[in-house]
Nanobody, 115 residues
Framework: QVQLVESGGGFVQAGGSLRLSCAASGRIFVISAMGWYRQAPGKQRELVATISRGDSTTYADSVKGRFIISRDSGKNTVHLQMDSLKFEDTAVYYC?????????WGKGTLVTVSS
C-alpha cells in the first residue's frame, strides 16, 4: 500500500502563487513516477503534470510555463509550484502514483483562485 497526503492548497488572487506538496508513505520503494491531477467543479479530472523517477517532467498545455513539478532528493515528496494562477486553475488538486499498474490517490487539496 502507498499513502499520499497533499498539502498547500488555499485561496489566492489571480496572478498569485501557491506551492502544493505531496508526501508518500508506505511501500514507497515501489514508487516511480508521480503526478498531479485536478478536478474543477462539473468537469472531469485532468492531468496537470508528471515527474518520473529520473526527474523527467510532462505538463498539460494549459499550465506550461506557469507550473513546475519537482521532487525531493529522497524521491518521497513531490511539489507543484504554481505561478501566475488564473481563475480557471480553481480545482481540487490530487496527487497520484501508479506503481505496477495500481492507482493510488491522495484525498486532494483545494485551490481557489479569485478573478
Amino acid at each position: 500500500q502507498v499513502q499520499l497526503v497533499e498539502s498547500g492548497g488555499g485561496f489566492v488572487q489571480a496572478g498569485g502563487s501557491l506551492r502544493l506538496s505531496c508526501a508518500a508513505s508506505g511501500r514507497i520503494f515501489v514508487i516511480s513516477a508521480m503526478g498531479w491531477y485536478r478536478q474543477a467543479p462539473g468537469k472531469q479530472r485532468e492531468l496537470v503534470a508528471t515527474i518520473s523517477r529520473g526527474d523527467s517532467t510532462t505538463y498539460a498545455d494549459s499550465v506550461k510555463g506557469r507550473f513546475i513539478i519537482s521532487r525531493d532528493s529522497g524521491k518521497n515528496t513531490v511539489h507543484l509550484q504554481m505561478d501566475s494562477l488564473k481563475f480557471e486553475d480553481t480545482a481540487v488538486y490530487y496527487c497520484h502514483t501508479n506503481p505496477y499498474g495500481v492507482d493510488y490517490w491522495g484525498k486532494g487539496t483545494l485551490v481557489t483562485v479569485s478573478s
